[in-house]
């Protein structure tokens, strides 16, 4: 870890003396056309991935490529020499965020050979708003205690107890959270069992490199006591066995392009170190610079930086979860209309969505949000660091990231396409997704058996039958694929407890009908045919009309 650490600060190339000093300046982003001069040889990953990130590669299939080599460092010296501070680097999508007073300097940047385009994400003459663009924790709300504390019902709305109950609440997975802050972080009873057992695994501050993110913004504070609170009794999280990355990407309470960069920078660190999850309570749409900000038309799930940065996490085989904002009829925001991202909406401890929960769909139509957590009258470690309620789109989002670690603990052969999946087709309304809530609140324990059996499908090899229609309703039809089979065969269906629900013997024939199923019980079923001493299994779902 120490040698990834050191690797990490090369690759990333903060110029820490340049934030010591006080002139104001601006900051760009400078896109490459390529990565012409890089050293660094995809046949050795080794030289700037973390083993575990090389490993999460490997156990997905997911191969390494150009985007994984980092940013070429004759570009990077080419613009040091030039008198540019050198603030961020993308490998991801090959640009550098650059800080400079001197405008001239950028018109000349700007015709170099190998900069293909330069835009401003920070004035020098910055702002700050009069208020914190985060919700505020609420006054008052019922209290109703239970075994995990009153957390409990952000976990049950979500079966996730179905998960906990077998031990899987996130050991091995790791979160990295990127947020504005975690304010005493290192100091709150909550987070004990995380700082006693070193699961807090690394801080990084990509807005200062210099402050202390223990002193910074309440808000990534209360999204991280979602996940890895443990206060047995008075509140536990969704993923309190997990471990976690910190990382600051966000400036609050100004609003400017820059902050996506420092996003796409914290996405990059959190795929080098190996993470499995990333949670990030954040959304751009609206700038300070009016002129920085996104309109509808590039919301369509992978135009802007901050979206294409979340893609790219998720094609690297990470579990990426974003909020879906609160902006209510004004909609979402980015990265939440990323293709891959799950963006979360909010809903109250009735499964009721909160007025204030971004709407979709992305442009172009794409469902979202994709899914919903609790995200009304939360219950959490507030901003004055006491346990009560908070309301937003900040909260749903940890609640289901959590879970995301926990599911993908139950199922770690399993995909990141796969295991997004199983959270969207286990939603309350799977079959009737809409734009206030996507595919609804998902149901953990569906998800965990729906990756169950997709597993159980995946290690069938040589198949002599063929079952459709999947999902069904009234009728199968059972294909025998091995034409020179003669043997009878009986063909049984079980639910996923193993109980028998349906069995009949048939003599085998090309085509075989099983009539009148509209009486098994709706949810994932397992079809057996056996004959000739072997046995075929299927998954199947069955569904209403």
């Known amino acids: ?151 409990i019902t952000q976990l049950t709305q979500l079966n996730g107890q179905y998960l906990h109950n077998q031990g899987f609440r996130g050991k091995g997975i790791q979160i990295a959270v990127l947020d504005a802050g975690f304010w005493h972080v290192n100091q709150i009873a909550a987070f004990d069992s995380l700082r006693l057992s070193n699961r807090i695994l690394g801080t990084r501050d990509f807005v200062d490199p210099y402050s202390d993110i223990y002193q910074q913004h309440t808000h990534g504070m209360s999204v991280l006591s979602c996940m890895g609170g443990n206060l047995p009794g008075k509140l536990i999280g969704t993923a309190p066995d997990a471990s976690y990355f910190l990382i600051r990407t966000e400036q609050d309470p100004t609003e400017y392009l ?69 902006e209510g009829a004004g909609g979402i925001k980015a990265p939440s209309d990323g293709e891959n991202v799950i963006a979360v909406a909010a809903v109250d401890k009735y499964g009721v969505r909160a007025s204030f929960s971004s709407v979709g769909p992305a442009y172009g139509g794409a469902i979202k949000p994709n899914v919903a957590a609790m995200g009304a009258s939360t219950f959490l470690v507030t901003s004055g660091g006491a346990l009560w309620y908070s309301s937003g789109t900040s909260f749903s989002s940890p609640v289901l990231a959590g879970m995301g670690a926990c599911l993908l603990q139950a199922n770690p052969y399993a995909n990141v396409k796969q295991v997004k999946m199983a959270i969207e087709q286990s939603g309350h309304q799977y079959s009737k997704p809409d734009s206030l809530l996507g595919y609804g609140i998902p149901d953990f324990g569906k998800a965990d058996k ?25 009728y199968l039809l059972v294909k025998n694929i091995n034409s020179d089979s003669a043997e009878n065969c009986i063909i049984s269906i079980f639910n996923l407890q193993g109980i028998q629900l349906w069995q009949s013997a048939f003599k085998t024939s090309e085509q075989i009908l099983l009539n009148n199923l509209s009486i098994l019980t709706d949810g994932f079923l397992i079809l057996t045919i056996r004959s000739g001493g072997k046995e075929e299994r299927f998954k199947l779902i069955k569904t209403e009309r």
Not at 128 to 135: C, M, P, T, V, Y
Not at 268 to 281: K, P, R, W, Y
Not at 453 to 474: A, G, H, T
């Open 258 to 326: 820059i902050e996506e960069d420092n996003w796409v920078a914290g996405a990059e660190l959190a795929d080098s170190v190996g993470v499995d999850v990333i949670n990030s309570s954040l959304g751009y749409g609206d700038f300070d610079d009016p002129a920085m900000s996104h309109s509808y038309s590039d919301l369509n799930g992978k135009k802007t930086r901050i979206t294409k940065a979340a893609n790219m996490a998720f094609s690297k085989g990470i579990l990426v979860f974003n909020s879906a904002g609160n």
């Open 1 to 151: 870890m120490k040698r990834m650490l050191l690797l990490l600060l090369v690759f990333v190339l903060v110029d820490f003396q340049s934030f010591a000093q006080s002139t104001p300046k601006s900051y760009y982003w400078v896109q490459l056309k390529d990565k012409k001069g890089t050293p660094f040889q995809i046949s050795n990953p080794e030289a700037f991935l973390s083993q575990r990130a090389i490993d999460r590669r490997a156990r997905q299939h997911i191969a390494i490529d150009e985007t994984d080599l980092p940013v070429s460092p004759v570009y990077i010296d080419s613009l040091k020499n030039r008198g540019l501070e050198i603030i961020h680097t993308s490998k991801w999508l090959n640009g550098i965020t650059v800080r400079t007073a001197d405008t001239a300097l950028i018109g000349k940047i700007a015709g170099l050979q190998f900069v293909s385009e330069l835009q401003l994400t920070r004035p020098a003459s910055a702002l700050k708003l009069a208020r914190s663009k985060f919700r505020e924790d609420e006054l008052n709300a019922e209290i109703d205690p239970s075994t995990y504390g009153i957390a």
């Open 450 to 474: 729906y990756l169950k059996v997709n597993s159980l499908n995946n290690q069938i090899s040589e198949q002599s039958w063929f079952v459709s229609p999947n999902p069904f309703n009234d």
